[in-house]
């Protein structure tokens, strides 16, 4: 059985829900509310001052994740030799955090760009009008479909980390442990 890493698992947890929470409300209420501006050649604008002012946060989530997570496996090597479903759980969960830090950082280049647009007429952010240009219209559209798939890899991520805590409890650990003295 590890023993406790309550740091790391706190810097782990605590920072991917951030990650994951602060997405989902940038998606689901921030963008809306710029949507709610009465003023169409604002709402680009104010959809970004709200993004700008969530990206440091969303930076310190994901490096306290991935400290948390590096933590997390220096701490349970022994449990992850020997339990193939550990490292198997593992390596999903390092190959979606970096898919996740690569949404991410394609969603804020997205939203750059149109922030760069400035006053152009939108219906919302992700959302053009008819007399909305080209170029904004493009980036929105792929905004559109980026706002969902960060919070959507970080809630597997999220589920993936239960499953793991689940993988350390007693009778999932001694399970590694029973195959390695009957193979032996």
């Known amino acids: 059985m590890s023993s406790r890493n309550t740091l790391v698992r706190s810097f782990h947890d605590v920072g991917l829900a951030a990650w994951f929470g602060g997405s989902l409300m940038g998606a689901v209420g921030l963008n809306s509310a710029a949507a709610s501006v009465s003023n169409p050649r604002e709402r680009l604008a104010v959809a970004s001052v709200g993004w700008k002012h969530w990206s440091p946060v969303q930076f310190a989530a994901m490096i306290a994740h991935g400290i948390g997570g590096v933590g997390l496996i220096l701490g349970n090597t022994e449990r992850l030799a020997a ?24 969603s804020g280049i997205l939203g750059t760009r149109m922030a760069a647009g400035g006053d152009e007429p939108v219906e919302g952010t992700t959302e053009p009008t008819g007399v909305t240009s080209d170029e904004v219209a493009s980036v929105q559209s792929q905004q559109r479909i980026m706002q969902w798939v960060t919070p959507a890899i970080t809630l597997i991520l999220i589920v993936l980390a239960a499953q793991q805590g689940e993988q350390q409890r007693p009778v999932a650990s001694s399970g590694g442990w029973l195959q390695r003295l009957i193979q032996r």
């Open 83 to 106: 339990q193939q479903e550990g490292r198997v759980n593992t390596g999903v969960k390092a190959a979606l955090t970096l898919a996740a830090i690569g949404t991410s950082i394609y």
